[in-house]
């Protein structure tokens, strides 16, 4: 346990080191923020109601949802995990006494620390500036189910991320295949727009898989629009992913081992 | 003599990034088809918000596609022409920046197309077939639309010009201002807007500043109104002369940045 302590301390050192570069990505996201609060004000100047959410719960929507998003962000670790493959680096973990994938987990966990804080920060400034549109919690249990249910998408997003970093041990290079995925699920879990904007099919769908109970699902209960007891479902189906998603990850890093060349070293 | 030496470097650079994208061509194909869903993104995007309302800010839906396409075709053209000046930070940082400098040939010309990213040509496929569509329900003499097509072609080359010169502007402080963090990625965020019609800024001072210290209204949206709206010749000239204006204070950024240049990791 101490070793994987001493990765967490490890990465968030570094990430002292590069502050900037998260400073950076703050002011991005700013810039995304208001930018989405400045179309999406134009287009309520034609309507009241757009997915089924007035002008307020919208504004509520990107605010927490962004909130979420950084909470559950990973960072790009699948790029760490596929450039460790491509670059040979993997060896020197395959030779300590440490498995790879408790060591990407709890790296992680130190990589978004201050990414994590800058984030959290940032929107509790932007929950101030909108303070009178943001929609308060429909009440203070459906803030645990959220808590929980945030915690549990941090993990299936992890996951989800070593996993698609290990395809690396097919393909060489994967940086396509990874902005492939990172468009796909922020797509998919809400991270642009509701995803009330899917046709009914597709939205019953989505709703069977993991990516929409990372920022759409806790959104929506946030804003009471699902159920306390539709939300503990979605905390057991994100569990269910979670555990469908480990096995995975272990046998494709058993059969990835076996194709694993050590190119780069 | 200059320019065909610069052609030559170009098509050889061209030819290099492409051999270079298919020594791995599933992972070029995925390139392709993430570009593909990034330009998809924004049409649906658009097309669903208009099944709400009629018009955003006095711009009904194929005319806000129209915008979306000009976004699509100038974005596409710099990165498949200078797609490197996005990587200067990586260069300056790792000290690669001091083998550009020993070349005989123009330095922000080599650090420009050092790398293309042929797989954006997707956004100009993309985007052309928007135009087709947008641009279908106007009818106007042959003429006119001779007339109005050339002046959307200047427009667009003022807009990748604009586009380019902020680029540079952006990337050069890193030459000198190692350790500034990523301002690339402020930069793609905010040059992103000019995607969608320069009128959603409602704010004054927004518009101010979309119009003269990051002028991207001057990208799509100028070109996009020009073509729908009819000729205003104002815009153009103010187009060109911003363009003109851009480009001369990037390249002085440029070779301020150099002179400041103290070499790292080499």
Redesign the interface.
Same mark, same amino acid.
């Given at each position: 346990m101490k070793k994987y302590l001493i990765l967490i301390a490890n990465a968030w050192q570094r990430q002292l080191v590069y502050r900037? /570069?998260v400073? @950076?990505?703050r002011?991005?996201?700013v810039?995304?923020i208001l930018?989405q609060f @400045?179309?999406w004000?134009? =287009?309520y100047?034609?309507?009241d109601?757009?997915f089924g959410y007035n002008y307020n719960e919208m504004i509520t929507y990107i605010i927490i949802g962004w909130l979420i998003n950084f909470i559950t962000d990973n960072y790009g670790m699948a790029d760490v995990v596929s450039r460790d493959i491509q670059n040979g680096t993997l060896s020197n973990y395959l030779l300590k006494p440490l498995s790879y994938f408790k060591y990407s987990v709890t790296m992680s966990l130190g990589r978004i620390t201050i990414a994590l804080l800058s984030g959290v920060a940032m929107q509790i400034f932007f929950i101030y500036v909108f303070r009178h549109q943001i929609v308060a919690p429909e009440n203070i249990l459906s803030v645990a189910v959220i808590v929980l249910i945030v915690i549990v998408g941090y993990f299936v997003r992890l996951f989800l991320s070593i996993l698609f970093g290990m395809i690396a041990f097919w /393909?060489?290079? =994967?940086?396509? !295949?990874n902005?492939?995925f990172a468009?796909?699920i922020r797509?998919l879990s809400g991270g642009? @727009?509701p995803l009330s !904007?899917l046709p009914a099919a597709l939205y019953s769908a989505s709703m069977f898989f993991p990516f929409a109970y990372i920022v759409f699902f806790p959104t929506q209960l946030y804003l009471g629009k699902v159920s306390i007891m539709i939300g503990l479902r979605g905390v057991l189906i994100e569990v269910v992913w979670l555990i469908v998603l480990y096995g995975i990850i272990k046998i494709v890093w058993h059969r990835g081992l076996k194709r694993y060349e050590g190119v780069g070293m | 003599m200059v320019y065909r030496k610069a052609c030559k470097i170009y098509f050889l650079k061209l030819k290099n990034s492409i051999m270079m994208r298919m020594?791995?061509p599933?992972? $070029?194909?995925?390139?392709?088809? &993430?570009v593909f *869903?990034?330009a998809m993104?924004n049409i649906i995007?658009i097309k669903?918000?208009y099944q709400?309302?009629?018009?955003? &800010?006095g711009w009904n839906q194929e005319q806000a596609l129209v915008v979306v396409a000009t976004y699509l075709i100038i974005e596409g053209l710099i990165w498949t022409t200078t797609a490197y000046v996005a990587g200067i930070r990586n260069t300056v940082r790792r000290g690669i920046l001091d083998y550009e400098l020993v070349k005989p040939m123009d330095t922000q010309f080599l650090v420009s197309v050092w790398r293309v990213d042929p797989?954006d040509a997707m956004r100009v496929v993309v985007a052309s077939y928007l135009l087709f569509v947008g641009l279908g329900s106007l009818s106007f003499p042959l003429i006119v639309w001779a007339g109005k097509i050339l002046i959307y072609l200047l427009l667009i080359f003022n807009g990748y010009i604009i586009f380019y010169s902020l680029l540079i502007a952006v990337n050069t402080v890193y030459i000198w201002a190692i350790? &500034? *963090?990523?301002?690339t990625?402020?930069f793609?965020?905010?040059i992103?807007?000019a995607q969608?019609p320069g009128d959603?800024? $409602?704010?004054k001072s927004?518009r101010i500043f979309f119009s003269s210290v990051m002028p991207i209204i001057f990208l799509a949206t100028v070109p996009a109104k020009m073509i729908i709206f009819g000729l205003d010749y104002m815009l153009v000239f103010y187009s060109s002369l911003i363009a003109l204006i851009s480009f001369i204070l990037s390249r002085k950024l440029w070779n301020y940045a150099l002179s400041h240049y103290s070499s790292a990791s080499s």
């Open positions: 900037s /570069t400073y @950076a990505y002011l991005g996201n810039v995304e930018f @400045a179309i004000t134009s =287009v100047k034609g309507t109601l757009v /393909t060489t290079d =994967v940086s396509g !295949l902005s492939f468009i796909l797509f642009y @727009a !904007l | 020594a791995y599933f992972n $070029f194909l995925m390139m392709v088809v &993430s *869903g990034q993104l995007f669903v918000i709400y309302v009629p018009n955003i &800010s797989e350790e &500034s *963090g990523n301002l990625l402020i793609e965020n905010i992103r807007m969608y959603i800024f $409602f704010h927004a």
